[in-house]
């Protein structure tokens, strides 16, 4: 009797419509301003019939790409996974991980829509399309606290060298003049903004694209380095963890500036802070109008079953989607992937970031042209570059043994 | 009379048909299968898989491109590796003295017949029951200028006390060190205790009888009678201190802000996940495994090794 019953239910369980099926999403999108953003895709992708299931991972990419590598690896893939555009997903795809996207490519026209077509390429492997790009970051930003500027009488900065020049000021009036967190990557973040605002984009594209090692250990990098060592000092002062702690100094009026990606944007819009009013942003660091067009893109790991491997096609498309396009940027503060879509609700600073965009000043990010052990072999460089007393000629001398090795 | 035959028969019987050696306690054998198969594939296993790997190229997904010594070539050329040898080496041998001493010191007065004296040792026990991470996480909050022991200490009243180890690079491994001596020393003092324990009531009463002093009488006679027990404890501390992670993770994570507090484990992690390096974190991880027997060899060596004597 009770057997029936229960053989009634489970016959019931399975004979529910294949529309509503869940998928796990994995991401490391845990301030504020990231936790908005996402909420809109889970809300997209909820209402067109499937179910979103959120896998945050705090701790920012470093520590959520390892997870997310090992379950896709072990055997326990998750449904949709965030990487960043460039090489991280690469040895997944090619070990035949990832789930081929090309017909919802080419359903959906990606091709003729996603700009710059780098972002394409970068999930572009053979031919094929492995993954959905979502947005477009831009590591090269600096911001700055209005009222620190205004408190102390003098003109905000419009530029890397003015910042530098008013830094002794800051420092005297109590505030920190550069508020960096600890965690590795912001001190190679913060390096990379300094190489093309301060290298230029000749110099930038010689080394990053071209792979020119003269140019690398050249007067021109050896700029860099100077720039990065003052900086530095700037720096000294600040002693907190991760990137929305930094940020919160500046919303705060703790310190001056920071070298961010458009990223922050998020928090000083949850904050409640209004772009050219409470705070400047600043990009190309003021000196050189250019961004890198790094972003997230989501990846999708061949499970083992039709119905979610449609639901994957499904919320592929959705990423590109305009509506979600739109709702999406606007909350996380980067740029969509698509020219084709109304964003006059951005502020200020998005509006900056688009004009770049649409200009056309924009460059490849590292993560695109350097594998992840350059990557990790420059940041432990940056790392320690930036809190000790190592000379800025001998990290350079440094720097181009670690690209010569990547080569 | 008939039965006796029998068990003479019996007894030639079993005599005459030996049982094999290998039969004897075989449902104890049978029992320790699982045991042994799990301790040769993965542990024997996967070390020497390990060690056969990084002498290849692997990146992010193990393969054949066998590239001889190049990985360890690289590896003693990174500064950082090199750094956490050293950052390891001076946490290492201070948390080692320290430990042995205090924990011999402990067990001294513990043996003293104080009343309560299972209260005592359980209160110096329950730090070895933490795991590093809650250790590391408990230490953190109370070595925090703002909310910890400097905070306090100002708000009674002394505003210029400092006492901020983990943000300053020359002193952050002295923070380490106490969080790490505070979970580790009570179970060297039970070993020590236990070993205490075992010296015969005699050897006292000789020393006493002889005039000797008490101090005297620990170093001169009681230390060297508790060899085995020293030995014991270096080798399990030694192990346990080159595998040191979870504690630098959850107090400083490697910092603070360049490499003040890095260990050797903690690049294996990060060469093998974030940098997406197999190779480079297979020959860090090998080289770990080398210091460790460079500990152990001596002692199994020392232990079962050579003649027994008595």
Redesign the interface.
Known sequence: MKLSKMTALLAMTVAMPAMATELEVTHWWTSGGEAAAVAELAKAFDASGDKWVDGAIAGGG?TA??IM??RI?GGDPMGATQFNHGQ?A???VE?GLMLDLTDVAEANNWKDIVFPPSLLEACTVDGKVYCAPVNIHSPEWLWLSNKVYEDLGIPVPTNWDEFVATAPQVDAAGKIPLALG??PWQ?NLAFGAMQIAVAGLDAWKAVNVDKNMDVAAGPEYAKVFAAAASARELARKS?V?DWNQATNLVITDEAAGQIMGDWAQGEFQVAGEVAGKDYTCLPGLGLNQYISTGGDAFYFPKLDDPEKEAAQKRLAALLVSPEVQVAFNLKKGSLPIRGDVDLSAANDCMKKGLEILAGGNIVPAGDMVW???V???AE?LM??F???EMPAEEAHT?WVEILK?GL | MASTTEAAVGRQGSAARPRARWTRNISAKIAALPMIATALVVFVGGTIWTVVYSFTDSKLLPRERFVGFDQYERLWETSRWIISIQNLLFFGVMSLVFTVVMGFILAVLMDQKIRHEDTFRTIMLYPFALSFIVTGLVWQWILNPDFGIQGVVRDWGWTSFTFDPLNNPETVLYGLLIAGLWQGTGFVMCLMLAGLRGIDEDIWKAARVDGIPTWKTYVMVIIPMMRPVFITTLVIVASGIIRLYDLVVAMTSGGPGGNASQVPAMYVYDYMFQAQNLGQGFAASTMMLLSVLIVLIPWAYLEFGGKKHG
């Open positions: 470093g790409r390892p590598i090992s690896t991280q690469l040895e997944l070990a600890n965690q001190s002693t963890q594998s992840p052990d990557q990790k072999q432990d790392v320690e930036w809190k000790s440094k090795s």
